[in-house]
């Protein structure tokens, strides 16, 4: 555990303290609650070990920071076409296996997962505006195959796309 259960006990007081004070109706609690915060930040810096980065370090952070929203920017906006980690290294200026373990590192799933995964958060999108054909949904969203998305569809949800839509239309009914 990180902190001592009276620790524990102490944060959760001062947490509780200033959603209380922030609530409060009056002028005099909002300044209550700025001490609290500043007093909760100060315990916070007592209690949990922390680095203080040199100026090296903290451009070695800096530039790690920098590339990888450059490669999710990447693809977040390139989703719907082919993209290879090959040209992301290119582009990079770093070889392939560098850059599929920075990305493995950084991002806790590898190159070809992170683009499945924005492709699918995009596909469900598209899922949601049932008018569209599950064609179109694939194309607008990166997967080259109808039967590839309804498989990682079903392993995801234990559902199939057409009782995904069905269940999300009875919840709108119901709103």
Same mark, same amino acid.
């Given at each position: 555990?990180?902190?001592?259960? +009276?620790?524990?006990?102490?944060?959760?007081?001062?947490?509780?303290q200033? *959603?209380?004070?922030?609530?409060?109706?009056d002028?005099?609690?909002?300044?209550?609650?700025? /001490?609290?915060?500043?007093?909760?930040?100060a315990?916070?810096?007592?209690? *949990?070990?922390?680095?203080?980065?040199?100026?090296?370090e903290?451009? %070695?952070?800096?530039?790690?920071?920098?590339?990888?929203?450059?490669?999710? +920017?990447y693809?977040?906006?390139?989703y719907?076409?082919r993209?290879?980690?090959?040209?992301? %290294?290119?582009? +990079?200026? *770093?070889?392939?296996?560098?850059?599929?373990?920075?990305?493995?590192?950084?991002?806790?799933?590898n190159?070809?997962d992170?683009?499945?995964? *924005?492709?699918?958060?995009?596909a469900?999108?598209?899922?949601a505006?049932?008018?569209?054909?599950?064609v179109?949904?694939?194309?607008?969203? /990166?997967?080259?195959?109808?039967?590839?998305?309804?498989?990682?569809?079903?392993?995801?949800?234990?559902?199939?796309?057409? +009782?995904?839509?069905?269940?999300?239309s009875?919840? /709108? %009914?119901?709103?």
């Amino acid at each position: 555990a990180l902190l001592s259960p +009276e620790q524990n006990d102490e944060i959760a007081r001062r947490i509780l303290q200033i *959603v209380d004070d922030y609530s409060a109706s009056d002028k005099l609690s909002l300044f209550y609650c700025m /001490g609290n915060i500043f007093h909760l930040f100060a315990r916070m810096l007592e209690y *949990v070990p922390y680095h203080e980065l040199n100026r090296a370090e903290s451009y %070695a952070h800096s530039k790690k920071a920098a590339r990888l929203r450059r490669i999710t +920017e990447y693809i977040d906006t390139h989703y719907s076409s082919r993209i290879t980690l090959a040209e992301l %290294a290119k582009s +990079e200026g *770093v070889t392939l296996s560098y850059l599929s373990h920075f990305i493995r590192d950084n991002l806790n799933m590898n190159f070809r997962d992170y683009v499945n995964n *924005v492709r699918f958060e995009k596909a469900l999108k598209y899922i949601a505006d049932s008018s569209l054909p599950l064609v179109d949904v694939c194309l607008e969203s /990166g997967f080259s195959d109808v039967k590839y998305l309804k498989r990682m569809f079903k392993k995801r949800f234990g559902c199939t796309i057409k +009782e995904y839509q069905e269940s999300m239309s009875g919840k /709108g %009914a119901q709103a």
